[in-house]
């Protein structure tokens, strides 16, 4: 009986014959899909041997020809969904975690353009044509900026965070605040870090309360580091006090140890002037004299994945020469990315047209709720009765790591269809080529107006329309 099914199944040959698998052969290549065709095969082959198919018997030539395409479909297709594509995010959520963080401007990526596809002056100093540093050009920008004697880059923030325990406190303590013993993205654990850095954490304060003498007081021989770190998701409301930076400098300059702030977002731009709640920019707190300072590029900074160490320069050489610098180090196509943002900063106009995440946290409701109606219409002119849109005020979130509890009045298309549930439309969409993102409330598929932009449009009404 098993044999009389194992002469059924097809070969590689008669399935390579199919028009769809054709079809996936011209978009990928014969070696690829033959290999899938031999893995749904084999698969086939053992689950009948091994009897785990029901109804075995009545199974023909045709059915199981059928069955291995489909499978050799599917697979193609998941394995097509774990590559790295573009998504719509319409989640509203603008510093999504799970989707990349911050999009980089256009700029910055005709720059890498221009710069990565040819030989660059990376390490090569055009004064002298000797060996030159990697991290000079993006120094001096960063100088310029922000007004510190000197800046070191590397590949991010946890890794920025970890050289200046690794460096300044190794074998020593470091004082930091119960209140303040942060975990971002479920992996970047302050107190985990200190201990890898190779320095011992001493915490001080209670959970919502810290002054000045609890640091005073645990200052031992061993303490290298005052160690301040922003509370980046999260806010402790109540009866709270917390040890400003200014005090903090002040102790650590009396003491002469090190203060260092791990800053999270790293804002460059006084977001008041955008009706949005103060965040201490990095200006503000290189002003209050820290030793040193840290803080992500792909935050509110809005460029590349990047740690940015900024600070004294007596400090900052010593990082610079710590041996595991080397493990962190920034890559050149990130580093030309952060140049080119960094530039925009310094050219101080149009910083809201060319860098994206300054453009969403800083949209207006007013031009939401025109585009929100722009948007409206236009799948109303192509879907007609087959859709139902209703345009409602929904808080979009700065997200990833920055301005916790603040909260954006936006507006967002609810979206529902008699055709399909809200789930199989949400997982649908999810499906699309360029799959879009969206939440469920209410019944209803709501798209954020804040995180897609005008050149979305397009697709997602084709995508509506394939669906519908
Ligand atoms: C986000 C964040 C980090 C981690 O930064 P990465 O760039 O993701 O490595 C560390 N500390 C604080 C306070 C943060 O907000």
């Known amino acids: 009986m098993v044999n ?43 689950k009948i041997i091994s009897n785990s198919y029901q109804r075995q018997d009545d199974l023909k030539k045709e059915d199981i020809y059928n069955l291995i395409i489909d499978e050799v479909i599917r697979y193609v297709n998941s394995s097509d969904r774990k590559r790295l594509t573009r998504v719509i995010n319409g989640t509203g959520v603008i510093l999504h975690t799970n989707m990349g963080r911050a999009p980089l401007p256009k700029r910055a990526i005709d720059k890498i353009n221009d710069v990565a596809t040819s030989y660059c002056n990376l390490e090569y100093d055009l004064t002298t044509g000797k060996r030159g540093s990697r991290y000079d050009s993006v120094e001096e920008l960063l100088i310029k900026l922000t007004g510190v004697e000197s800046a070191l880059v590397v590949n991010n923030n946890a890794a920025a965070v970890f050289l200046c325990i690794n460096t300044l406190a190794l074998n020593k303590e470091v004082i930091v605040a119960r209140s303040e013993q942060v ?45 301040k770190v922003h509370k980046s998701n999260y806010k402790i409301e109540g009866f709270t006090n917390e040890v400003s930076g200014e005090e903090l400098v002040k102790l650590a300059n009396e003491k002469e140890i090190i203060s260092v702030e791990d800053l999270g977002s790293g804002v460059l731009l006084d977001l008041q002037n955008f009706n949005l709640p103060y965040e201490p920019t990095v200006m503000d707190q290189v002003k209050k004299s820290l030793d040193i300072i840290t803080f992500s590029g792909d935050k509110l900074l809005g460029g590349p994945q990047a740690g940015i160490i900024v600070g004294k320069k007596e400090f900052i050489e010593k990082i610079k020469i710590n041996p595991l610098t080397r493990m962190v180090r920034i890559d050149k196509m990130s580093l030309i990315a952060l140049q080119e943002v960094l ?72 979206i529902s269809s008699n055709k399909l549930s809200p789930n199989e439309l949400q997982n649908r969409l999810r499906e699309n080529e360029i799959p879009i993102i969206c939440k469920i409330k209410n019944d209803e598929i709501i798209i954020s107006m804040r995180t897609i932009d005008r050149k979305d449009y397009e697709i997602i009404i084709d995508a509506f329309l394939r669906l519908l």
């Open 343 to 414: 530039n925009i900063y310094i050219e101080n106009k149009n910083i809201k047209q060319n860098i994206p995440i300054i453009d969403m946290l800083t949209k207006t409701t007013k031009t939401l709720l025109q585009e929100a109606n722009i948007f409206k219409k236009m799948i109303k002119a192509k879907l007609g009765n087959k859709i139902d849109i209703n345009i409602i005020e929904e808080e979009d979130a700065p997200g990833g790591g920055s301005l916790p509890g603040v909260a954006l009045n936006g507006f967002s298309l609810a």
């Open 183 to 227: 975990e971002i993205g479920g992996s970047f654990r302050i107190p985990e870090i200190i201990e890898r850095s190779g320095a011992k954490m001493v915490e001080v304060g209670t959970t919502n309360k810290t002054y000045i003498k609890d640091y005073k007081n645990a200052i031992s021989e061993d303490t290298r580091i005052l160690l």
């Open 4 to 46: 009389d099914i194992l002469r059924k199944i097809p070969s590689t040959n008669e399935i390579l014959e199919h028009h769809k698998i054709k079809e996936l052969v011209n978009q990928r290549s014969r070696i690829i899909i033959k290999d899938v065709i031999n893995w749904a095969t084999n698969n086939f082959r053992d």
